[in-house]
């Protein structure tokens, strides 16, 4: 008989094992050979290879499902750990084949929902470094950050860091209370949000407290080599070209980088050049670098945005 340990620390376990242990208990009943014992967020089962692997392969799918719908119920359990063909196995092998990124909290899917989201998409795909430059509410940072979760989830990176430059949008920082990280944490704040949509709130804390996520200002990337990460930088038209540059030769073995930012909306100094733009301008013949240039008919935010974005480009180019 052989012994094998799961893990589900970046859970709850009282999501996962049922109030009163009633999933657990499910599925030990539908799992008689075995003997499992739970002990907090530690599984232990033993049994055949042969059983051990079908536990595993079944619990994994059972896992998946609470990330997509964020709860599990007796029915999920029978359906997933009790039968061979069960409709959410099936539900996640149709999945594969549409533009779904990720099955955010309470079912929410996350998928490219414009023509240049799309592009956005198949350019990460193909690229290790991709330039998406647009206005506000394109989707650039979000469909990013979907890019970046779904990598992790597929084990094909081994963490995420999410950063952009503290340039101070017409408010100073430095008025604000608390140590660097609270003064840092409200700027950063639309990188969590954008997290807090594709994973349950015990896995992403997890992960953010393990390292495995981090969200952190540019100045942090300094003198690091980033090996087997998903980089995003956000805010990028706030950089100066010396910063971008220093985040661009970050990149290390088996990375991807995607870089986002609104040329449109710049708080640098007068005279400073945007690195993005410079950076636009110096790599666009470089291949294995993806250029997407996102517009207003990619705005997904509430309609008036459209026009406002429309009535600020008029009015720059009146004056």
């Avoid at 009943?29 to 599984?43: C, D, E, H, Q, S």
């Amino acid at each position: 008989m052989n012994e094998r340990t799961i893990s589900i620390e970046a859970y709850s376990p009282l999501e996962i094992y049922g109030a009163n242990d009633s999933h657990l208990n499910l599925i030990k009943k539908l799992f008689p050979r075995l003997k499992i014992v739970a002990r907090g967020g530690i599984i232990k089962i033993a049994g055949t290879d042969k059983e051990l692997n079908e536990f595993e392969r079944r619990f994994s799918l059972l896992l998946t499902s609470f990330e997509r719908f964020g709860k599990i119920t007796e029915n999920d359990v029978m359906q997933i750990m009790g039968t061979e063909d069960n409709s959410v196995a099936t539900q996640a092998k149709e999945d594969k084949n549409d533009d779904v990124l990720v099955f955010g909290r309470e079912g929410l899917l996350i998928k490219a929902r414009t023509v240049n989201q799309r592009k956005m998409v198949k350019s990460s795909e193909k690229n290790d470094l991709v330039l998406a430059i647009g206005p506000a509410g394109t989707g650039k940072t979000y469909t990013a950050v979907a890019l970046a979760v779904r990598a992790l989830k597929n084990k094909e990176v081994k963490r995420i860091i999410l950063t952009r430059p503290a340039v101070e949008a017409g408010e100073n920082l430095g008025f604000l209370p608390g140590d660097l990280k609270d003064k840092l944490d409200p700027y950063l704040q639309p990188l969590y949000d954008a997290l807090r949509d594709m994973l349950p709130t015990q896995k992403l804390l997890s992960y953010l407290e393990d390292g495995t996520i981090e969200v952190a200002p540019l100045a942090f990337m300094r003198g690091r080599t980033l090996d087997h990460a998903f980089a995003i930088l956000d805010e990028a038209q706030n950089t100066t070209p010396n910063q971008l540059k220093m985040f661009l030769t970050r990149m290390g073995r088996s990375s991807k980088f995607i870089v986002t930012g609104d040329i449109t909306q710049i708080d640098l100094p007068p005279k400073q050049e945007s690195g993005l733009i410079h950076a636009a301008r110096i790599l666009k013949e470089t291949k294995g670098i993806g250029f997407i240039y996102l517009n207003e008919n990619d705005i997904i935010r509430h309609k008036l945005v459209i026009k406002i974005i429309a009535a600020y480009g008029n009015k720059k180019n009146n004056e």
